[in-house]
């Protein structure tokens, strides 16, 4: 039998790389993947030790993947609430607010955290999907006054427990007032950054974004000097405790084919809202008729799974009922834990399927989400 091989990336000029890139490989990453066309580090020492030293300790996260479209002039906020079901009316300068973009359909374009950086400026800072070209073409097409780009804006993550110290170290005591979704713009010594109490790690956090990529290395080593008191480490964005937290990956547990309520998220679509909105009609239709599938979360029987690197077909009394969409183990808590998309019907807290996994056939029971944390007490913590 031929024995298997990992997989590499070949890492060239055509794949664009972060302002902290050469950090990231002096650090040791020891596998990329790639993101809105750059290069996204995928774990530092291990998977499953860059999840310890993240829910024990800190990290920092190399996130320049994570894109900013940024949009200015006089229909700034008008144009913006049309992208978005979510209503804008009370967002705030300074105010981050996690948004569905949605098509005509309801599908969902991207779920980025929006910034309000003044009242006729925003960033949208996305997950992985063509937003840029996607909202240019929507407002030139319909005679929005607006300019639409992307920014030279480059986040870092830092993350963990211990990710308020860190930052106090840095930026001293105001970081203590600064509210769960909610930014300040600042420097640290002479690097222009905006400083977000937000994350994707379903632990306490912040997003340090850096407005000017030539200072990139020196950013990243302050934060690992500051942090070395409280064992910070490189890490990337966890896709174990991401599952635990019930925090969705676009592409994975969402697409273009895939509305809000399908996925648990129907409190950011408000219908009643007197501002027009890509997909209203569609997204009104939907909510009378109900979706046709939802996200539930399964834990699965048996030994240890691997992550799945594609979905896995569910079954449920020997027919087809939806697919598993993400799933990892999760040491903490010592099962295999998925989400999945499965038909309406079929998916009832408490029911039982079955999954066909790498390792065969696998029964598992649907359960609530999130797994870990039910009240999100952790990323909101004062």
Known sequence: ????????????????????????????????????????????????????????????????????????????????QFLTPRNLSSCAVGQCKYVLLTTERGGIVNDPVLLRLAEDRFWLSLSDSDVLLWARALAHALGYDVQVQEPDVSPLQVQGPRSFEVMRD???????????????????????????????????????????????DRLWEAIMEAGRPYDIG????????????????????????????????????????????????ALAEIARSGPARRLVGLEIEGPRLPANEEAWPVSAGGRSVGKVTSAVHSPRLGK?????????????TGSRVETETPLGRRAAELVELPFFDPKKRLPAQS
Request: charged share 25%; proline share 5%.
């Open 336 to 348: 295999n834990i998925a989400l999945a998309m499965l038909a309406a019907e079929a998916a009832e």
């Open 1 to 80: 039998m031929a024995q298997e091989t990992a997989a590499a990336i070949s890492i060239g000029p055509r794949i664009r790389k972060s302002p902290f890139y050469e950090a990231t490989r002096r650090y040791g990453c020891k596998a990329f993947t790639t993101y809105n066309h750059m290069y996204l580090p995928v774990y530092f020492e291990s998977p499953e030790a860059d999840y310890r030293r993240l829910i024990e300790a800190v990290t920092l996260w190399d996130v320049g993947v994570q894109r900013q479209v940024e949009i200015t002039g006089p229909d700034a906020a008008r144009f913006t």
């Open 170 to 216: 840095l930026f001293g005591g105001w970081i203590e007032e600064l509210r769960y979704f909610w930014f300040r713009e600042t420097e640290l010594d002479g690097i222009p950054l905006v400083i977000s109490r937000t994350g994707w790690s379903a632990e306490r956090g912040y997003e340090v974004y850096l407005r000017d990529g030539r200072h990139g």
């Open 234 to 281: 490189p890490a990337a964005p966890s896709t174990i405790r991401r599952i635990e937290g019930g925090l969705l990956s676009y592409g994975a547990d969402m697409d273009l084919d895939t509305n809000p309520y399908e996925i648990g998220l129907g409190r950011l679509v408000d219908l009643e809202q007197e501002a027009d909105f890509l997909g209203k009609d």
